[in-house]
């Protein structure tokens, strides 16, 4: 047929259609999400696309703004009073006159600005479960008795084809004020992924109404992240986030559930406090993106599978001792008020599903933001905290563990151990020579080798050394000859450099003489061996599980991940060997998980199914894991080889 050829933009997807199709319809017709909140009336502005000029010659299309109608007067009135900017068109007035590339503009591009060194900047095309309609409503008749609701329900099926509409009980009593205020026009929040699977009335305002948030939130046990994000344009309006304050009933995810066990009001003390944190950070997230909480509609949160349980009002006892028991592990929906959270009154909330008992919805957040089970490749990701969240995959067969990584990668139990903060060391290098150390400090722009280092750090001083400096300082010392593959520091050494220092019957390096003495000392390497042996026992696991003895790629999740150097990681053997190319950060990707599913339902969908086909692997149960754990207490490890390292 001879009629118009369009392709849209960044999607792909393309079709013929007859002169004069509104680009909206035609957008519509081929499933490419384009928003509207007034139904085509050219006063919402929500549709916006552009007209990419040129010769296409791969799509076979040339393409120039002269095969799209010109601005009608609705679309010339919308230009003048809200104005449009340059090369945009409404597509729901702009009409189809001859082959065209359309650009969809996808506004949510998350960046490295968003995600800490993403691996690439991805776009999340959107389908919020909530959609503003707008309609104009006949005024009451008294020959025809039929309700006010139920006639704005009648025009809301006919103009926005919604079957079967509910409405949330506390709009009912406000529903003749609002048509009355709004001069019988009434802007509609439609839920489409109720639980029910009816589409829901969850919120009303008089006219029109063009913008509608939503929250994607990470419940860390030490931070809490969240974005605030339009559901219309995608566009993030503000990120933040703030310390959980569950850290005052206990450090780690295993004090907190004795907390619990160990105190009549513990698991109601610690459910308030993190959704006060919410509720706060939702203030700041408001503030900042200068957005009122009560146009917030929809929240999806993600969070380990205890955050998950007490953050719900569940009992997290369970999770505390094998068989390690989620209350429940499947996706969950909820009003936002049934769990005190404040925001609009119609407000839903949407929680990811746990993939197992120490792999929570942190864990499948991650796995939908970096996608193993869309992969051809065997994709490796972990998250690394004091359990180790691992995920192996691709296409075919994802597998999942967790492993007890303690304290250590975080600074805990290392003796000048310290969080991430101004003062901490965060890399290291040794002279193979000499045995001198050089190192950078948070807070400090320098080396420390470095003129002006010393005028510099006195400001902040030098505190201790944060995780990534001690896989680092670890590795160099392995790569040094000062500890052996099994991680014993050569005393010998001592007759050498004045760095290796006694210290009772083992012997420590000296990394810094100031203020404060930070020396590494035998325990800590034990430490360190001790937590990058369970991390690599557990990899390998799945490994074993998948049949395959290498990986494609691999993907550090979390914050932990952001600091370490991939070579280091891999010299200690904490990772298997992989090309280096193919090891990356990807900073908080359980976080990224939560804004996909916040901004596309079929995101919620793909998780759900993915988490349902994940074979959990419990390491505990697993005979060869304490082989594993043994063989990777080697540097890198006593029987698995790193041909990639030595390249
Ligand atoms: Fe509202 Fe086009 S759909 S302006």
């Known amino acids: 047929k001879n009629e118009p050829l369009v392709l849209f933009m960044p999607s792909g997807k393309r079709g013929r259609f007859p002169v004069g199709t509104p680009i909206l319809d035609a957008a519509r017709s081929l499933g490419v999400y384009v928003e509207s909140v007034c139904g085509g009336r050219a006063t919402c502005g929500r549709c916006q696309v552009s007209v990419q000029e040129g010769n296409f010659a791969k799509h076979k299309i040339v393409s120039s703004n002269d095969h799209i109608s010109p601005f009608g007067p609705k679309e010339q009135r919308y230009a003048s009073v809200r104005q449009l900017p340059d090369g945009r068109r409404l597509s729901c007035s702009a009409q189809i006159l001859g082959d065209l590339v359309i650009d969809v503009p996808q506004d949510t591009v998350i960046n490295a600005q968003v995600v ?38 009648a025009v809301l099926e006919k103009d926005w084809g919604w079957k079967d509409l509910l409405i949330a009980p506390h709009l009912i009593p406000q529903v003749q004020g609002i048509l009355r205020k709004g001069n019988w026009t009434v802007t509609a929040a439609i839920h489409r992924d109720m639980d029910s ?27 809490i992240a969240m974005h605030l994000v339009s559901l219309l344009s995608g566009r993030i309006a503000a990120s933040s986030g703030t310390s959980n304050p569950q850290i ?3 450090e780690d995810l295993m004090s907190r559930v004795s907390y619990v066990m160990m105190n009549p009001d513990g698991r109601e003390a610690m459910t308030k406090a993190v959704r006060d944190a919410v509720n706060d950070l939702i203030g700041k997230v408001c503030a900042e993106g200068e957005v009122d909480r009560h146009d917030i509609l929809d929240l ?27 209350a429940v592990s499947g996706a969950l929906q909820y009003w936002a008020h049934e769990i005190d959270i404040e925001v609009n009154r119609g407000a839903r909330i949407y929680m990811l599903p746990c993939i197992a008992g120490h792999v929570g919805a942190d864990a499948a957040g991650a796995t939908l933001s970096e996608g193993p089970h869309r992969q051809d490749n065997m994709m490796l990701l972990v998250d690394v905290g004091t359990n180790a969240e691992i995920v192996l995959g691709n296409k075919e067969r994802v597998v999942a563990a967790s492993s007890p990584t303690g304290p250590a990668f975080e600074g805990a139990e290392i003796s000048s151990g310290q969080r991430a903060a101004p003062g901490a060391i965060e890399r290291v290098r040794i002279d193979p020579e000499t045995l001198e150390p050089r190192f950078r400090v948070i807070g400090v722009d320098k080396w420390s080798d470095e ?4 005028e510099a750090a006195a400001a902040v001083g030098v505190t201790g050394i944060c995780g990534s400096a001690i896989i680092e300082v670890v590795a160099e010392m392995y790569l040094t000859g000062i500890i052996s593959q099994d991680g014993v520091v ?21 990394l810094h003489d100031g203020a404060q003495r930070i020396t590494v000392t035998q325990n800590d390497i034990r430490a360190i061996q001790l937590a990058k042996s369970a991390l690599y026992a557990g990899i390998k696991l799945l490994m074993e599980k998948q049949g395959v003895d290498h990986v494609d790629t691999i993907r550090f999740a979390g914050a932990f991940g952001s600091f370490i150097d991939p070579k280091y990681a891999m010299v200690l053997g904490l990772i298997p060997d992989c090309d280096l190319t193919e090891v990356k950060a990807v900073g908080n990707a359980a976080g990224t998980g939560a804004l996909m599913a916040l901004l596309n339902r079929g995101h919620r969908r793909e998780i759900e199914q993915t988490v349902r086909k994940i074979e959990k692997i419990e390491t505990a149960l697993e005979s060869k894991f304490q082989e594993h754990f043994v063989n990777a207490m080697a540097m890198p490890n006593k029987v698995d080889a790193f041909p990639k390292l030595a390249e």
Not at 126 to 150: S, T, W
Not at 490 to 506: E, L
């Open 300 to 326: 999806v949160f993600v969070g380990n599978p205890i955050m998950h349980h007490l953050f719900l009002g569940i009992d997290p006892t369970e999770l505390g001792q094998a068989p390690f028991a989620l």
């Open 116 to 153: 800490r060194k993403a691996a690439t900047d991805r776009v999340i095309e959107r389908n919020a479960a909530v959609q503003l309609c707008y309609v104009e409503i006949d005024e009451p008749d008294m020959h025809k008795p039929l309700g006010d609701f139920d006639r704005m329900k």
């Open 248 to 250: 005052r009933f206990g």
């Open 451 to 454: 003129e002006g280092f010393a």
């Open 197 to 223: 699977s009816r589409p829901f009335i969850v919120g009303l305002w008089p006219g029109l109404k063009n913008e509608a948030y939503g929250v994607a939130c990470d419940i860390g046990s030490t931070t």
């Open 490 to 510: 050569d005393g010998a050494m001592a007759a050498k450099s004045p760095r290796i220092i006694p210290n009772g019957r083992t012997f420590s390096y000296l």
